[in-house]
C-alpha cells in the first residue's frame, strides 16, 4: 500500500510535465477516499470535472457486444487479468461506499455521466 502523500507527490509531479499541461489529464480511480482528495488539493491539484460514477476513458471492447472490426486492432487488444465481474462488483461496491465523502470536496466540478447507454453516445 503505498501511503497517500506519496502518491500525491507523484501524480503532481507526472502531472508538472508538458503533456499533461498542453493536452490535459485523466484521473481514474483516484482520488479513492477523503483523505486522498485532501492531499491532492493540498499538493495543488484541482480536476476541472469530476465524474461519480467510473467510466472508462478509453475504448473498452466486449468480446461478444463490442468487437472491434479492424483485425490490427483485434490484435492488439489484452483481457485484463484483475477485471472478473466479481471484481468489478466488488470495486463499484467499494466505490459507491466512500464516494459520498468525495463529493463534498468536488461538488462544484462534478459532472454526471449516464454509462448505461451505448459506448458511443457515453
Not at 468487437?67 to 490490427?72: A, E, N, T, Y
Not at 487479468?81 to 466512500?98: G, I
Amino acid at each position: 500500500k503505498i501511503p497517500n502523500a506519496l502518491w500525491a507527490n507523484l501524480i503532481r509531479e507526472r502531472l508538472s510535465n508538458v503533456d499533461c499541461i498542453k493536452q490535459g489529464w485523466i484521473l481514474e480511480g483516484f482520488p479513492e477516499n477523503q483523505e486522498q482528495a485532501w492531499m491532492l488539493q493540498s499538493s495543488g491539484i484541482f480536476p476541472r470535472h469530476v465524474v461519480p460514477n467510473p467510466v472508462f476513458p478509453v475504448e473498452v471492447f466486449h468480446t461478444t457486444f463490442n468487437w472491434p472490426s479492424d483485425p490490427l486492432v483485434q490484435q492488439r487488444l489484452v483481457k485484463p487479468e484483475d477485471l472478473s465481474e466479481q471484481e468489478v462488483s466488488k470495486k463499484l461496491l467499494e466505490y459507491h461506499r466512500k464516494f459520498p465523502e468525495i463529493f463534498h470536496i468536488y461538488q462544484k466540478v462534478l459532472k454526471s455521466v449516464n454509462a448505461d447507454q451505448p459506448s458511443v453516445d457515453v
